[in-house]
C-alpha cells in the first residue's frame, strides 16, 4: 500500500525556507495542507491560495495581540460580559458606540455619571473592539498623563510625547475626578486632547460632567480643555445604583463557598 503522507526532504525544505522569509504560518500549516492537498488532489494553486491565506490570517491575529498589548488595558473587560439591559444608557446609543463610526470620524467620547454604573467597563469594552477592528489603541489614568509631563518635562520633550499619541485611533482616559488632580496630570490631560483635537478620537470616563471639570483643576486651563474635548463629541451621561454594589448586596459578587 502506498504511502499517502508527502516526502520528508522536500517539506524539510520548504519549512526551511519558511524560516529564512519568516513565513511562520505557512511554516505551521504547511505539512496539513499537503497532506490534505494529496489525498483531495487539490490544484496547486489551491495549495498556495490556502497557505497564503493562513500566513494573512496569522499575521492578522497577531497584529491584533500585540495592539492589545500595546493598549495597557486594566482588566480585560469586553462586551462578553457586558449585559445592555443592566446599562443605563439607552441601547441605541449602546449600539451606536459599538458601531465605532464616532471613531472613524475622529469624534470624542464622554461617559459622565456616578461610580459602579458601567463606564469603565464600557469604555475598555469599546476599546478592545477598536483593537479587534484593526485600529490601535492607547489606555491612560489621568496620573499616567501627569507622569508623561513629568518625564519629558526633563528634556523638554513634551509637545513631542503628545504629538506622538496623535497616531494613535483611540485613547482612552478612565476615572476623572475620582481622586484629586496634579497640576501635571492636568496638563497632560489637556495636551492630550489639543494633540488629538480633529484629529483622533479621545474618550474619557468622569464623575463629573466635563462643565464641572474647573473644580478639578485651574479655570483656564479647564476652559481650554473642555472646549477642544465637547467640540466633536458624544456626552452620555450614567445614573443609578452601583452595579458592582448591586452585585455584592445580592450575592453574586462572589462564588458561594
Excluded at 499537503?34 to 488532489?41: C, F, H, N, P
Excluded at 490556502?50 to 480585560?76: K, M, N, V, W, Y
Excluded at 513629568?150 to 494613535?168: G, I, M, N, Q, Y
Excluded at 473642555?226 to 451621561?237: F, N, Q, S, T
Amino acid at each position: 500500500m502506498s504511502d499517502s503522507r508527502a516526502p520528508a526532504v522536500p517539506i524539510d525544505e520548504v519549512i526551511a525556507l519558511c524560516r529564512r522569509l519568516r513565513l511562520k504560518y505557512v511554516r505551521e500549516q504547511v505539512e496539513e495542507v499537503v497532506l490534505t492537498a494529496r489525498a483531495q488532489r487539490w490544484d496547486p494553486t489551491d495549495v498556495l491560495r490556502a497557505l497564503l491565506a493562513a500566513e494573512a490570517t496569522g499575521r492578522d491575529h497577531s497584529t491584533i495581540e500585540t495592539r492589545r498589548r500595546r493598549a495597557h488595558f486594566p482588566a480585560g473587560k469586553t462586551f462578553d460580559t457586558w449585559t445592555e439591559a443592566r446599562s443605563s444608557i439607552p441601547v441605541n446609543a449602546q449600539r451606536s458606540l459599538r458601531s465605532l463610526e464616532w471613531v472613524t470620524r475622529s469624534e470624542n467620547l464622554v461617559v459622565a455619571g456616578p461610580s459602579g454604573t458601567g463606564k469603565s467597563h464600557l469604555l475598555e469594552a469599546l476599546g478592545h473592539a477598536a483593537v479587534d477592528a484593526q485600529m490601535s489603541v492607547a489606555w491612560f489614568s489621568v496620573e499616567d498623563l501627569g507622569a508623561v509631563v513629568r518625564r519629558h518635562r526633563v528634556d523638554d520633550t513634551v509637545s513631542k510625547a503628545f504629538a506622538s499619541l496623535a497616531s494613535v485611533t483611540l485613547v482612552v482616559v478612565d476615572d476623572i475626578g475620582l481622586l484629586p488632580i496634579s497640576s501635571d496630570a492636568a496638563e497632560g490631560l489637556y495636551r492630550l486632547v489639543d494633540a488629538n483635537y480633529e484629529r483622533r478620537s479621545v474618550a474619557l470616563s468622569s464623575n463629573l460632567h466635563p462643565s464641572g471639570f474647573d473644580q478639578l483643576m485651574d479655570r483656564t486651563i479647564a476652559s481650554a480643555l473642555v472646549d477642544r474635548l465637547l467640540h466633536h463629541a458624544h456626552v452620555i451621561v450614567t445614573e443609578g445604583e452601583s452595579i458592582r454594589l448591586v452585585d455584592a448586596t445580592s450575592g453574586k459578587g462572589v462564588e458561594p463557598l
